[in-house]
């Protein structure tokens, strides 16, 4: 089994503890052992998953919503409220071109842009290096992976000499390759920005007020020598710990953890669209579990985004209820949003505009017929609105990835939606 750390995902439990994983129950014992009141929250379980209706009060799929575009304003609207992004405003920030230069048959731009709270976001953009005119873009969203010391180099190379962690990390969650170059290549501006609290905008321990941790050692932590990889672990280890008062202290500041990457995604995107060599009208967004839960929120809340593909997050409030919501960052949760809409309706508030899921069978941070439920409840939604053809929901053997056979499948469909 593989450890935490090789997940492209964010398990903060190690997967011994994972019993619902477990090759010991069968999809179909799920049922079962809801009766036994067996849950992650004990007996509560079957309880707190019966709060959710099915269909939610603004699901199109309730026979209430007809209309798709009465349903859309509310159902956009409500759920923006609920996600309380910080005020995005129309300003573009001002960006810096640090570094530019050829490798590997393509042009990268090392970029950085100032928000207007924390540090300076780092990016990496790709483009073929003899590429003319305006091209098909996408966003390339990394994933979280329980690592946010790095961010944008998850998914990008842009040197032979790559840090040995992410050289792991590539191999483990992608199958060895940079699914960024690797699209770049295919005739696509690729941006790539380090996230919130990710790479360059990752918290730094020396910024914290000391916090009497108690269980989170943090011996030896330092903002020194930041390469090093025991350093990096000890950090990452101290980061997953202080999720919990990020997310609180979002909370009390009136917005939520999917609310602030949702607005410095889309400000990304106002970078990516603005760019001379991009045409606006052909931009899509990808990306790997917590790549694939940003896909979710800035495919289904930004119409800009023409066409979305999201891989390895795919599930249902009921799985994070009595499952798995402990195997998943607080990135993931809007308060009181599921009193409004299933979580894969999330991402259907695009509809009808071209989307894609995939998905393991094996992912062992979610529950097989859950994802089965999301897909199904997606492709009702698409059908619904009479847009069954720009919907497509697979599933591939194995565990949390986007390997190349997945990868082959996402860039086909950019292909039929961007370039044709």
Not at 27 to 32: F, V
Not at 69 to 88: N, S
Not at 224 to 247: F, G, R, T
Not at 282 to 293: A, F, I
């Amino acid at each position: 089994m593989a450890s935490a750390a090789t997940l492209g995902a964010i398990p903060f439990i190690a997967p011994a503890f994972d019993s619902f994983a477990s090759s010991s129950i069968k999809p179909n014992q799920m049922s079962e052992i809801l009766n036994e009141g067996k849950s992650i929250i004990g007996d509560y379980g079957p309880w707190a998953a019966d709060l959710v209706n099915d269909p939610p009060s603004l699901s199109f799929r309730n026979d209430h919503w007809k209309d798709l575009k009465k349903w859309k304003e509310k159902a956009l609207a409500k759920t923006r409220e609920l996600v309380a992004a910080p005020q995005k405003g129309d300003e573009i920030p001002e960006v810096i071109v640090k570094k530019k230069y050829e490798y590997d048959g393509l042009l990268v731009e090392e970029l950085e842009w100032q928000l207007p709270y924390g540090g300076k976001t780092e990016a990496i953009l790709l483009k073929p290096a003899n590429a003319k005119g305006k091209l098909p873009a996408v966003l390339g969203l990394h994933d979280h992976g329980g690592n946010k010391y790095f961010g944008k180099r998850k998914i990008t190379k842009t040197s032979d000499q790559m840090h040995p962690m992410m050289m792991t990390h590539h191999q483990n969650s992608y199958q060895g390759h940079t699914w960024a170059n690797d699209l770049a290549k295919k005739g696509y501006v690729v941006l790539v920005h380090d996230a919130f609290t990710f790479g360059s905008r990752r918290v730094l321990y020396k910024d914290v007020t000391r916090i009497p941790w108690g269980y989170c050692k943090t011996d030896g932590l330092t903002d020194k020598n930041p390469e090093n990889q025991k350093n990096i672990d000890v950090y990452n280890a101290w980061a997953a710990e202080h999720e919990h008062i990020m997310s609180k202290s979002l909370f009390s500041g009136g917005t939520t953890w999917p609310g602030v990457t949702l607005y410095e995604d889309q400000k990304a995107l106002d970078i990516l669209c603005n760019r001379p060599d991009v045409n606006a009208g052909k931009v899509g967004c990808c990306g790997l579990s917590g790549g694939g839960l940003r896909t979710n929120y800035l495919g289904g809340l930004d119409a800009r985004i023409k066409c979305a593909i999201s891989v390895g997050f795919m599930t249902t409030w009921r799985d994070f209820i009595v499952n798995k919501s402990y195997t998943h960052t607080w990135m993931t949760y809007t308060p009181v949003l599921p009193n409004y809409l299933e979580f894969s309706e999330i991402l259907g508030l695009r509809v009808p505009l071209p989307t894609m899921v995939l998905s393991n069978s094996e992912d062992r941070l979610y529950n097989l017929p859950e994802m089965k439920r999301a897909n199904e409840i997606l492709e009702a939604v698409f059908k619904k609105a009479g847009a069954a053809d720009k919907y497509n929901g697979r599933f591939y053997p194995g565990d949390h990835k986007f390997d190349v056979q997945m990868q082959k499948d996402a860039f086909e469909w950019f292909d039929k939606w961007l370039k044709h």
